[in-house]
């Protein structure tokens, strides 16, 4: 019922930043909870951050707190990955996900996007 298309990725140097997109379709999304993913090579999918509904409750791990901010603007139905201090082991595909509840696991959302490349060189 709803469909995620990520935009923003690239090759960025260590230290530097990148701002990812995640535009959602569906008059809805503001009911949705949103989360960032990611899978290097070799590895599983694993959390990165989310935001609730209201853009009032955020939550990240710990590889990435203090370098990046999730956000939403329900309005034109997108959520945004800032992320900056950019390291090497960010390199990954980044996917938008969304649920219509408040799990934390990823087997909680039910929508996902087509994923972007983040590569951070060293």
């Known amino acids: 019922q709803v469909q995620l298309v990520e935009s923003g990725g690239g090759l960025v140097q260590a230290g530097g930043s990148l701002r990812l997109s995640c535009a959602a379709s569906?008059?809805?999304?503001?009911?949705?909870?949103m989360g960032w993913f990611r899978q290097a090579p070799g590895k599983e999918r694993e959390f990165v951050a989310a935001?609730?509904?209201?853009?009032?409750?955020?939550n990240y791990a710990d590889s990435v707190k203090g370098r990046f901010t999730i956000s939403r603007d329900n309005a034109k139905n997108t959520v945004y990955l800032q992320m900056n201090s950019l390291k090497p082991e960010d390199t990954a595909i980044y996917y938008c996900?969304?649920?219509?509840?408040?799990?934390?696991?990823?087997?909680?959302?039910?929508?996902w996007g087509q994923g972007t490349q983040v590569t951070v060189s060293s």
């Open positions: 935001i609730n509904w209201s853009g009032l409750n955020t």
């Open positions: 996900a969304a649920q219509v509840g408040t799990g934390a696991s990823k087997s909680e959302y039910n929508y």
């Open positions: 569906g008059r809805t999304f503001r009911l949705y909870t």
